[in-house]
């Protein structure tokens, strides 16, 4: 889209955002309902241009790049189970989070409120695009969005089907922007009065760049540099289920455990039994030196340390203590989730005090971490932040709040000076 | 500070950041006692360098400001007072905002955590680095300061008293750093892996700069243009009362009314009286055409629209609507407190849920906007953005959470394959 297009469709937007943050719940989920049934309406074309994207990116993609660029019947029936579970979630806006008397008569309240723009930038699947804008709907917020170019046929139909869906909407649909360019997007990262908050979703490289080229909040993660601590309370059975699962169930996730620390006091007993898994499983260890005293490896080199490897490889470190294990959590994990395996309160209780991750796990996989599983309803993303959302990000996280203040003419002076005074009491 | 002697502190911080972060609610309450103290017992030396601020810039600093630099008797009994305050409030952290059962067993909780470090720069005044470092270490936060430089011996002797209290906790006090030149403030606007939330207050200017020169996420606002708008239902009398309060209580304060919109329907009942009253008060008024129409006045000037006076000066302009109204607001706010006065529940529905403020008041001043009015318990500062913490900050704000997830060697695989299910069960 050229300056003076998206310049206008920015206006527009504005306008459109302003409707869609005073919007009822029946508003916005008649929306989403309408969303749902267009795509519906439309699937045939939709399915078409999927299959002009695949045919041309075939060869140059890997099998399972394709099957999530893929956008077929089953897909679709996906995409709208999910709008319907989004529907059917509770508003999360306009709660009350406090509601305090400050004196006789003047209420102040805390309510929840759309945060405003969100800037989206995802990679190829087509159907992240549904699912993103069905939490901006429901969340009351704009968006501004841009999906992978391997997905650009079929993104701009589902796009266009969306947007037809909502013609029949009073909210419209100028609240929402697709976008295509690398221009359109360094655009954005410059519109800090436009956007409120972006959330990139792609390879660590990308994120990273997003963060250091805007002054836009940024919610998500570049590395999810996953651990699990193997104590010396651990149940080993336990300690090794864990570890597999951690890094079997889905390696290329960011949940997905990079790193084994494995308490210098069982090492002898636990390594052995996980070297033997790992060859049934075809996992490459990485062992530092302690840990090759008791099995056999390629050693650690040092640029493997606090690497993402997102495949069948991880770090087998060996830690003299607890202590020592958070230490090089601290310094070489990435803040995403961080597991203990132990029967020792104390081991958990040390650990998760000391452990500066949005997610610490005690005798559970990292696996878990994830919005669905930890019952958020909807998942945005995961953040490694420390501001605003953190770790599983659900639709709470789209949203901000505002204070409400009513009074009867009440000013401040009185207070100042003070002839009254305040008697701060809360409201239930 | 030299680079290599801030390098080592910044290493000492990090070892005193873990300690402090997961210390007990008792210890961080004993080391403000000790602060406490320490600031009393050292007090003829902190007002003797204080002396020598004050007489270094007496002849170039206004008598409002020199009376912030001053530090006496009075001044530290109210930070010690203040200190006491912190005492009694209830610990921040520690708290669980969610417990859920993702199945038997697999226990989840939202727990309340410090957020690391903080970085605050702020202006002259030496009492608010008293009150910045109890807050901090009441929320379990490490810090690094920088105060005015008008305040410098203050500054340093407020320190040294503070490090030499907390000497004897266990606590340490190598989570505190003091800077004092620009240098180190460069310096730190680039330590995005240290520091997790800087906290600017100072002039809009500086607060600008900061917020364009970082990657660290900054709490706080660089503009106050707070509008109060005089609805056409609105009790006139009302009206003005609050419209002088929100100018004349404290006009260089940053919730202090810069723009009052008046309903075109009542503009000549109402403009006479603000006219006058305006001149008995000594107010500068910047009217618009419509306005002038009414009353005179200066004309207001395409420069002063969407201006911060902080002094007795204002703008009048006329609105059609309460709609005309909230889009001028939208348009020439900062997003910090806006005001109506209305006796029409309609007009406070329109105006409270379309102006996209932190602050939104209904027929009271824009002075309450505060943490101690709100009954905050303390204040941190205000927050225009829409990330964490908005409007006025209290404790909360210096908190983030983490999600401490607990099982019995529960793994992922059985839930990906669908042999169990999550049940998702909240814990009250």
Redesign the interface.
Known sequence: MDEKEFFSELEALREGR?RL??STLKERNDALNLVSDALEKNKDWIFSENRKDIEKWKDKLSESVLKRLLFDEKKLAGVRLGISDVVKLPDPVGKVTEK?E?DEG?V?QRVTVP??TIGMIFESRPDALVQIVALAIKSGNALILKGGKEAERTNRALFESIREGLSSSPLGSSFLIQIESHEDVDRILKLDGDI??LIPRGSNEFVRKV??NT?I?VLGHADGVCSVYVDEFA?LE?AL??VI??K???PAACNAVECVIVNGKVKDAFLPMLGEKAREMGIVLHLDESARDVIDGAPLKDSDVGREYLSLEMNVVVAKSVEDAVLYI?KHGSKHTDAI?TDSIES?R?F???V??????????T???DGF???LGAEVGIAT????A???VGLEGLT??????????????P??SGVKK?H?REIK
């Not at 500066?356 to 996989?365: H, I, L, T, Y």
């Not at 901000?400 to 002076?413: A, P, Q």
Request: glycine share 8%; hydrophobic share 40%.
């Open positions: 302003m943050s005073s305090r400050l003047l102040l945060i405003g409120d908050l963060m250091a002054n909040p149940n336990m289920e864990i699962d951690s079997c169930d889905y601290q395996v958990w040390y998760s005090s000391h500066d991750s949005a997610d610490v796990f005690w005798n559970a996989s696996r878990f971490a599983r930890f019952g932040g420390k501001i605003h953190r770790g599983p901000t709040y505002k204070w409400l203040l009513s009074g009867h003419g009440d000013v401040v002076s207070y100042t305040f701060h």
